[in-house]
């Protein structure tokens, strides 16, 4: 395994572990058994990530992080289930605020927008806004055009 990708656990267990992407398209995919497999994302890739976890008494835990990957020699943060990290456009826990960040996520793809290619911008902007309990403001095409314009300098 090449340790250019970044690695993502992805698992599921019913009623008890659900571990799985809420979008991006990773560039390749290990199954290491039925229940469990990697995704593996080159570096600059976006992808949305689902930890939840139970047990007889409900949900213990919940989170959603966005993650755009980068270069192991570049400064990361370690998050949970990806190795060995990347840069947390978006991280948040607990029923109530991994929905509203998911109905976000509902929201751009129902304007027709790629989370994946989505303004980190953006992402970091809803974090801030979920996290204050404040409302977000909706992601435009004019925001759009112009994060598809720095990213088309940049590179």
Not at 13 to 23: A, S
Not at 63 to 77: E, G, Y
Not at 117 to 125: K, L, N, T
């Amino acid at each position: 395994m090449s340790e250019s990708f970044t690695r993502v656990e992805i698992a599921f267990y019913p009623e008890y572990l659900n571990h799985w992407l809420r979008f991006g398209e990773p560039d390749e995919q290990q199954d290491l058994d039925r229940r469990r497999s990697l995704a593996l994302f080159k570096q600059g890739r976006v992808f949305g990530y689902v930890r939840w976890r139970a047990n007889e008494y409900g949900t213990q835990k919940w989170r959603f992080t966005i993650v755009r990957t980068v270069a192991p020699s570049l400064l990361l943060s370690r998050i949970e289930g990806v190795t060995p990290g990347g840069e947390v456009l978006l991280l948040v826990s607990g029923n109530a605020k991994v929905k509203r960040a998911l109905l976000q996520i509902d929201a751009l793809e129902a304007a027709a927008f790629e989370p994946a290619d989505v303004s980190p911008a953006y992402y970091r902007h809803v974090h801030n806004r979920i996290t204050a309990g404040q409302p977000v403001r909706a992601y435009t095409m004019a925001q759009h055009a112009a994060h598809l314009a720095a990213r088309q300098v940049a590179s």
